[in-house]
Protein backbone atom coordinates (compact mmCIF):
# COMPACT_ATOMS: atom_id res chain seq x y z
CA UNK A 1 0.00 0.00 0.00
CA UNK A 2 1.56 3.06 -1.04
CA UNK A 3 -0.89 5.82 0.38
CA UNK A 4 -1.03 7.99 4.01
CA UNK A 5 -1.76 5.55 6.58
CA UNK A 6 -2.88 6.60 9.69
CA UNK A 7 -3.30 4.34 13.12
CA UNK A 8 -5.68 3.89 15.23
CA UNK A 9 -8.80 4.22 12.66
CA UNK A 10 -10.89 4.93 15.85
CA UNK A 11 -10.27 6.01 19.61
CA UNK A 12 -12.68 6.23 22.52
CA UNK A 13 -10.91 7.87 25.44
CA UNK A 14 -12.33 9.39 28.81
CA UNK A 15 -11.84 12.79 29.27
CA UNK A 16 -8.82 13.61 30.84
CA UNK A 17 -6.63 10.83 29.14
CA UNK A 18 -4.07 11.22 26.87
CA UNK A 19 -3.62 9.69 23.21
CA UNK A 20 -1.45 9.24 20.72
CA UNK A 21 -2.19 9.06 16.92
CA UNK A 22 0.23 7.79 14.16
CA UNK A 23 0.68 8.93 10.46
CA UNK A 24 3.00 7.31 8.08
CA UNK A 25 3.69 9.68 4.92
CA UNK A 26 3.77 8.35 1.35
CA UNK A 27 7.77 7.30 2.00
CA UNK A 28 9.14 10.04 -1.05
CA UNK A 29 7.05 12.83 0.86
CA UNK A 30 9.02 15.43 2.67
CA UNK A 31 5.60 17.34 3.73
CA UNK A 32 3.70 15.93 6.52
CA UNK A 33 0.34 17.95 7.35
CA UNK A 34 -2.29 17.61 10.31
CA UNK A 35 -5.47 18.37 10.30
CA UNK A 36 -8.80 18.40 12.57
CA UNK A 37 -12.14 17.81 10.76
CA UNK A 38 -15.04 18.32 13.05
CA UNK A 39 -18.87 17.21 11.53
CA UNK A 40 -20.46 20.13 8.87
CA UNK A 41 -17.17 21.40 8.99
CA UNK A 42 -14.00 21.71 6.57
CA UNK A 43 -10.97 20.63 7.57
CA UNK A 44 -8.60 23.07 10.04
CA UNK A 45 -4.87 22.89 9.74
CA UNK A 46 -3.26 22.27 12.95
CA UNK A 47 0.28 21.75 11.76
CA UNK A 48 3.17 20.93 9.28
CA UNK A 49 6.87 19.21 9.06
CA UNK A 50 9.35 19.24 6.55
CA UNK A 51 11.41 16.22 6.85
CA UNK A 52 11.59 16.18 10.64
CA UNK A 53 11.34 20.64 11.42
CA UNK A 54 7.86 21.60 12.56
CA UNK A 55 7.57 24.63 10.20
CA UNK A 56 3.98 25.70 10.73
CA UNK A 57 1.28 25.74 13.96
CA UNK A 58 -2.07 26.46 13.79
CA UNK A 59 -3.40 28.62 17.22
CA UNK A 60 -5.68 25.67 17.50
CA UNK A 61 -2.81 23.68 18.89
CA UNK A 62 -3.12 24.31 22.58
CA UNK A 63 -0.55 23.56 24.73
CA UNK A 64 -2.19 19.93 25.01
CA UNK A 65 -1.21 19.44 21.77
CA UNK A 66 2.29 18.14 20.36
CA UNK A 67 3.51 16.39 17.22
CA UNK A 68 6.65 14.95 15.79
CA UNK A 69 8.06 13.75 13.62
CA UNK A 70 11.45 12.17 14.71
CA UNK A 71 13.36 10.73 11.48
CA UNK A 72 11.48 13.04 9.36
CA UNK A 73 9.00 9.69 8.56
CA UNK A 74 6.51 8.47 10.10
CA UNK A 75 4.75 11.43 12.55
CA UNK A 76 2.61 11.19 15.79
CA UNK A 77 -0.35 13.86 17.24
CA UNK A 78 -0.47 13.72 20.79
CA UNK A 79 -3.17 14.92 22.60
CA UNK A 80 -2.76 15.16 26.53
CA UNK A 81 -5.52 15.57 28.95
CA UNK A 82 -8.29 14.85 26.00
CA UNK A 83 -11.60 17.05 26.51
CA UNK A 84 -14.54 16.54 25.29
CA UNK A 85 -14.38 19.72 22.35
CA UNK A 86 -11.17 17.29 21.38
CA UNK A 87 -13.49 14.97 19.70
CA UNK A 88 -13.45 14.88 16.02
CA UNK A 89 -11.82 13.79 12.79
CA UNK A 90 -7.78 13.79 12.79
CA UNK A 91 -6.40 14.12 9.50
CA UNK A 92 -2.69 13.21 8.63
CA UNK A 93 -1.71 14.33 4.28
CA UNK A 94 1.71 14.13 2.85
CA UNK A 95 3.24 15.85 0.00
CA UNK A 96 6.39 16.70 -2.30
CA UNK A 97 4.64 20.32 -2.10
CA UNK A 98 2.01 22.35 -2.91
CA UNK A 99 3.10 21.96 -6.73
CA UNK A 100 2.59 18.27 -6.53
CA UNK A 101 -1.39 18.07 -4.95
CA UNK A 102 -1.84 16.35 -1.04
CA UNK A 103 -2.57 13.18 -0.29
CA UNK A 104 -5.27 12.60 2.56
CA UNK A 105 -4.85 9.32 4.97
CA UNK A 106 -8.10 7.71 6.00
CA UNK A 107 -8.39 9.56 8.93
CA UNK A 108 -8.53 8.37 12.93
CA UNK A 109 -11.63 9.45 14.68
CA UNK A 110 -11.11 10.31 18.22
CA UNK A 111 -14.13 10.27 19.97
CA UNK A 112 -13.79 11.64 24.25
CA UNK A 113 -16.32 10.42 26.62
CA UNK B 1 -15.23 36.69 7.69
CA UNK B 2 -14.28 32.94 7.43
CA UNK B 3 -11.15 32.87 4.33
CA UNK B 4 -13.14 30.45 2.18
CA UNK B 5 -17.01 30.62 2.03
CA UNK B 6 -19.25 27.84 0.48
CA UNK B 7 -22.77 27.72 0.66
CA UNK B 8 -23.22 24.03 2.79
CA UNK B 9 -26.10 23.33 0.94
CA UNK B 10 -27.19 20.28 1.27
CA UNK B 11 -28.33 20.76 -2.98
CA UNK B 12 -30.49 17.61 -3.82
CA UNK B 13 -30.11 17.17 -7.52
CA UNK B 14 -32.46 14.86 -10.23
CA UNK B 15 -29.95 12.25 -11.93
CA UNK B 16 -28.83 14.14 -15.04
CA UNK B 17 -29.08 17.75 -14.29
CA UNK B 18 -26.74 20.33 -14.19
CA UNK B 19 -25.31 21.35 -11.08
CA UNK B 20 -22.96 24.56 -10.10
CA UNK B 21 -21.56 25.63 -6.84
CA UNK B 22 -19.98 29.03 -5.74
CA UNK B 23 -17.13 29.21 -3.28
CA UNK B 24 -15.78 32.76 -2.56
CA UNK B 25 -12.04 33.58 -0.42
CA UNK B 26 -11.17 36.63 1.22
CA UNK B 27 -7.51 36.65 0.76
CA UNK B 28 -6.25 37.90 -2.15
CA UNK B 29 -2.88 36.58 -2.02
CA UNK B 30 -4.36 33.09 -2.50
CA UNK B 31 -2.33 31.97 -5.61
CA UNK B 32 -3.73 28.37 -5.65
CA UNK B 33 -7.25 26.58 -5.71
CA UNK B 34 -8.72 23.41 -5.68
CA UNK B 35 -11.80 21.50 -5.48
CA UNK B 36 -12.12 18.16 -3.37
CA UNK B 37 -14.79 15.88 -2.74
CA UNK B 38 -15.10 13.47 0.20
CA UNK B 39 -17.72 10.87 0.91
CA UNK B 40 -19.38 10.36 4.24
CA UNK B 41 -16.88 9.39 6.55
CA UNK B 42 -13.99 9.21 4.35
CA UNK B 43 -11.19 11.59 3.55
CA UNK B 44 -10.91 14.53 1.19
CA UNK B 45 -9.79 13.16 -2.45
CA UNK B 46 -8.82 15.99 -4.80
CA UNK B 47 -11.38 16.75 -7.65
CA UNK B 48 -9.32 19.21 -9.47
CA UNK B 49 -7.58 22.13 -9.53
CA UNK B 50 -8.44 25.54 -10.56
CA UNK B 51 -6.83 27.63 -12.77
CA UNK B 52 -7.62 31.23 -14.13
CA UNK B 53 -7.82 29.97 -18.06
CA UNK B 54 -10.48 27.78 -16.15
CA UNK B 55 -10.34 24.51 -16.92
CA UNK B 56 -12.62 20.89 -17.66
CA UNK B 57 -12.58 17.41 -16.42
CA UNK B 58 -15.10 15.30 -18.42
CA UNK B 59 -18.35 16.28 -16.50
CA UNK B 60 -16.30 19.02 -14.53
CA UNK B 61 -15.92 22.38 -15.31
CA UNK B 62 -13.48 24.80 -12.70
CA UNK B 63 -13.17 28.49 -12.84
CA UNK B 64 -11.67 31.31 -11.20
CA UNK B 65 -12.26 34.79 -11.04
CA UNK B 66 -9.64 36.49 -9.46
CA UNK B 67 -10.86 39.97 -9.36
CA UNK B 68 -13.66 38.80 -7.78
CA UNK B 69 -11.94 36.13 -5.80
CA UNK B 70 -14.65 33.67 -6.57
CA UNK B 71 -14.27 29.73 -7.57
CA UNK B 72 -17.13 27.72 -8.93
CA UNK B 73 -17.59 23.93 -9.85
CA UNK B 74 -20.60 22.78 -12.66
CA UNK B 75 -20.79 19.29 -13.07
CA UNK B 76 -22.89 18.54 -16.13
CA UNK B 77 -25.28 15.05 -16.51
CA UNK B 78 -25.21 14.74 -12.56
CA UNK B 79 -24.38 10.85 -12.09
CA UNK B 80 -25.87 8.96 -8.70
CA UNK B 81 -21.86 8.57 -8.16
CA UNK B 82 -21.60 12.58 -7.51
CA UNK B 83 -23.46 12.31 -4.13
CA UNK B 84 -21.07 13.82 -1.81
CA UNK B 85 -19.41 17.08 -0.65
CA UNK B 86 -17.28 19.28 -2.33
CA UNK B 87 -14.52 21.47 -0.38
CA UNK B 88 -13.69 24.52 -2.01
CA UNK B 89 -9.36 24.91 -0.69
CA UNK B 90 -7.26 27.83 -1.23
CA UNK B 91 -3.42 28.01 -0.79
CA UNK B 92 -2.49 31.61 0.57
CA UNK B 93 0.96 32.39 -1.28
CA UNK B 94 4.26 31.86 0.18
CA UNK B 95 2.62 29.43 2.43
CA UNK B 96 1.46 25.60 2.48
CA UNK B 97 -0.95 25.00 4.52
CA UNK B 98 -5.00 24.12 2.40
CA UNK B 99 -7.43 26.53 3.84
CA UNK B 100 -11.29 24.34 3.25
CA UNK B 101 -14.35 25.72 3.18
CA UNK B 102 -17.40 24.18 4.94
CA UNK B 103 -18.22 22.34 2.03
CA UNK B 104 -21.05 22.22 -0.20
CA UNK B 105 -23.11 18.32 0.38
CA UNK B 106 -24.93 17.26 -2.96
CA UNK B 107 -27.30 14.43 -3.53
CA UNK B 108 -28.09 13.48 -6.57
CA UNK B 109 -31.64 11.67 -6.73
CA UNK B 110 -32.67 8.80 -8.98
Known amino acids: DTGVSQNPRHKITKRGQNVTFRCDPISEHNRLYWYRQTLGQGPEFLTY????????KSRLLSDRFSAERPKGSFSTLEIQRTEQGDSAMYLC???????????FGSGTRLTVV | RKEVEQDPGPFNVPEGATVAFNCTYSNSASQSFFWYRQDCRKEPKLLMSVYSSGNEDGRFTAQLNRASQYISLLIRDSKLSDSATYLCVVIVGGNEKLTFGTGTRLTIIP
Open chain 1, 93 to 103: ASSLGPADGYT
Open chain 1, 49 to 56: FQNEAQLE
